[in-house]
């Protein structure tokens, strides 16, 4: 489900972005009450993701544009495949189109992009999760394409959950310090994670019973012994250098979390367009 006060705020910024003091050119050559109707097509292949998104920016723009959608979130589309029709003021439809298609075309990529590494692991029992490594301002509906994309998502903010990295862990003096600490500042219903890099610090963060332990940028035969000793006291996540060429062998490790930051900060856009 999508909350679309969450949206709205996302979408009413964006449009004052695209249109500080309106659409000089719209206005200027398209008549007032000229009608189009427009066509929204995939150009390439992938997993559609954030289509209420693109119909709330017509909502907003103008009421009067009806969509009329073929497809759903998380629909497979192929090349040249028509995804929705739009009817109603040219205005309307010319000053929303941009925004709409932005987000549309970027939630897609990052769907498409989920899907493919979520189906490359179907035979593990791992879930591929994103991280915070999101566009700013544009989190929730970045995760929220992850999730159609056949993904979970990790933590939405600093405030939802603890995870204790190698900063924190140099700061603090030390795992055990770190998470003895924040174990008697938060409530009993809160997680903690321990970011490690080392056998010695999964030992440790075993030691202190973290929640999650995070087997960060290690190779494969060192996650392999990490979650052997570990041996399901806690959940493990990998993460770090996730391909889609090395993913099935992290799989093959083990562990019950793979986490990509690339679903977010890398992704490429889904090639869609809007015609007349």
């Known amino acids: 489900m999508i909350d679309f006060m969450k949206v709205d705020e996302i979408l009413y910024a964006a449009l004052d972005e695209d249109m500080p003091f309106g659409d000089i050119t719209t206005e200027y050559t398209v008549p007032a009450d000229r009608i189009s109707e427009g066509r929204l097509i995939a150009k390439e292949s992938g997993v559609i993701a954030g289509l209420p998104v693109f119909s709330r920016v017509f ?10 959608m073929l497809k759903a979130d998380g629909d497979v589309v192929e090349k040249g495949e028509l995804i929705a029709t739009l009817k109603g003021p040219s205005r309307a439809i010319l000053k929303g189109e941009r925004v709409g298609l932005n987000l549309v075309q970027r939630m897609s990529g990052t769907a498409s992009m989920t899907r493919r590494f979520v189906d490359l692991v179907k035979d593990y029992n791992v879930k591929i999760a994103d991280t915070r490594k999101t566009t700013p301002g544009l989190r929730y509906l970045e995760k929220y394409a992850v999730r159609v994309g056949g993904g979970s998502n990790h933590r939405f903010s600093l405030s939802d959950g603890v995870l204790i ?3 924190h862990i140099a700061a603090a003096g030390g795992i055990t310090a770190a998470v003895t600490s924040v174990r008697a500042n938060i409530p009993h219903t809160v997680k903690i994670e321990v970011e490690t890099e080392t056998l010695d610090m999964v030992k440790e963060a075993v030691a202190v019973k973290a929640d999650i332990i995070m087997l960060d940028n290690m190779n494969n035969e060192m996650m392999t012994e990490a ?3 570990i041996d399901g006291r806690a959940l493990t996540e990998a993460s770090g250098d996730m391909t889609e060429e090395r993913i099935v062998s992290v799989a093959a490790t083990g562990v019950d979390i793979i986490s990509i ?15 007349f």
């Open 227 to 229: 979650v052997k000793y």
């Open 59 to 68: 909502e907003l723009v103008d009421p009067d544009v009806e969509i009329t």
């Open 165 to 167: 990295k190698d900063n």
């Open 261 to 275: 930051g690339k679903l977010t900060h890398s992704v490429k856009s889904l090639d869609i367009s809007l015609k």
